[in-house]
């Protein structure tokens, strides 16, 4: 039980301050369904990066989205930080570890962590900062970061129709570091077509669609390619949809673990233990070396093979 301050009767308007990067946001979508369970009459407004704004909006729960803007001047900041003191938020949450929670005067607020503490999964430490301030708070049961409206479960419908049983292959990553090679993509679409008789959708951004179009090339028809086709939320959907998600460390493979599709990561110079999916059904497949190239085939192939 929540204490007599953080009372659900107290607690009607929150402010959540998440992070930049689509991946790094998507970290912090347990800390955000958390709040919206033990405040289920809240409304939240959410501090965000511009690039990851779409997951929030639309959102029955999100009153309003913020876009943090780091480049702005002294007195667009003073502006917009007494903007968010108008607000006057119940309860501040903030995964950035800023000074904002206390410039908005709330008096149930996360505080600035200066110390440093041991780190162990990202998505966990989103949760025990959230347990600083909240110690009795339970762990989400349910997903309430995402949601779809009718036109976005309509577009997705008709960018699946006639495929079932459909395994996501995303071969972009943020970082080209984080990419495995347009070769070994190949040969996991190979099998997954021509052995297991599956659907192969490929998804990721535009900047992905370069890397779709060279491996489209050298595999079997059918393969449907999606990247740069769909916004965030409908790639989410999608997502949510699948048998199977064959990725690198990105974005994508967070938004898997998230939905706790059945998930081969791949990685090479990132540590899975701080980075890695958090599904329950999950297989890391790592470079010894660091370096993507290195991936053995064989040890991705027996990864897919035991998932899919």
Known sequence: MLSRLFAPAKVRSVLFISLSNIGDVVLTFPVFDALCEAYPDALFSVIV???AKAFFEGNP?????????????????????????????????DLRNSMLPFLTRSRRRTR???????????????????????KDIPLPQNRHALFWDKSEKLAVDGLL???AR???????????RKRWTDSGFVEVIRYLKDVRG???ILVGDRKDAGIAGGILKSVPDGVVNLCGRTSLKELALVLSKARLAVVNDSGIMH?????????????GPTDPLVY????????????????????AMDDVLNAVKGMA
Not at 276 to 295: Q, Y
């Open 198 to 200: 599956l659907n192969v």
């Open 161 to 163: 129709a006639g495929c």
């Open 255 to 267: 938004l898997a673990s998230y939905l706790n599709i059945p998930t081969v990561a791949l990685f």
């Open 61 to 93: 729960r999100v009153k309003r989205v913020h876009i943090l803007e780091k480049q702005t001047g002294i007195p667009s900041k003073v502006r917009w930080i007494l903007e968010l003191r108008r607000d006057k938020f119940d309860l501040v949450v």
């Open 112 to 134: 600035p962590v200066f110390a440093g503490e041991s780190v162990g999964h990202m998505r966990d430490k989103h949760l025990r900062r959230l347990q600083t301030v909240l």
């Open 276 to 295: 890695g999916p958090w599904g329950k059904k999950a297989c890391v497949v790592r470079s010894a070396s660091g370096r993507m190239s290195d991936l």
């Open 166 to 176: 459909f395994v996501i292959v995303a071969p972009g990553a943020a970082d080209d």
């Open 49 to 51: 990066s511009a690039k």
